[in-house]
């Protein structure tokens, strides 16, 4: 049974940093793509950053552009999100996507397979 499961998460104040770890129970490199997502009260749910694990190929949303970093660790199965210079909008429920193949925009939720069950950032002014 397929295992998707994230770390990290945790109350922080405005300026601070979170690191959030996604890690399968699979090798990781089986999978074509992986994303964070993010999802806010009262707000659509928005792609953060993904990250193409053949290529080592890395794409941020703007509101996280030059503060976030996507990477991956293949010996642990694992993806980190480091998050630099928080900002109380931030705050949301994050989820870790992965997606065996590439079909569609990577912002779209609906072009993966397999989803965490999501870790809580809440950033406060």
């Known amino acids: 049974q397929v295992q998707v499961v994230e770390s990290g998460g945790g109350l922080v104040q405005s300026g601070r940093s979170l690191r959030l770890a996604c890690t399968v129970s699979?090798?990781?490199?089986?999978?074509?793509?992986m994303a964070w997502v993010r999802h806010a009260p009262r707000k659509e749910r928005e792609g953060g950053a993904t990250?193409?694990?053949?290529?080592?190929?890395?794409y941020y949303d703007g509101s996280v552009k030059g503060r976030f970093t996507i990477s991956q660790n293949s010996a642990k199965n694992t993806m980190y999100l480091q998050m630099n210079s928080l900002k109380p909008g931030d705050t949301a429920m994050y989820y870790c996507a992965a997606a065996k193949r590439i079909r569609g925009p990577w912002e779209n939720g609906e072009n993966y397979d397999y989803w965490g069950q999501g870790t809580q950032v809440t950033v406060s002014s």
């Open positions: 699979y090798d990781i490199t089986n999978n074509r793509r």
């Open positions: 990250l193409y694990t053949n290529t080592g190929a890395t």
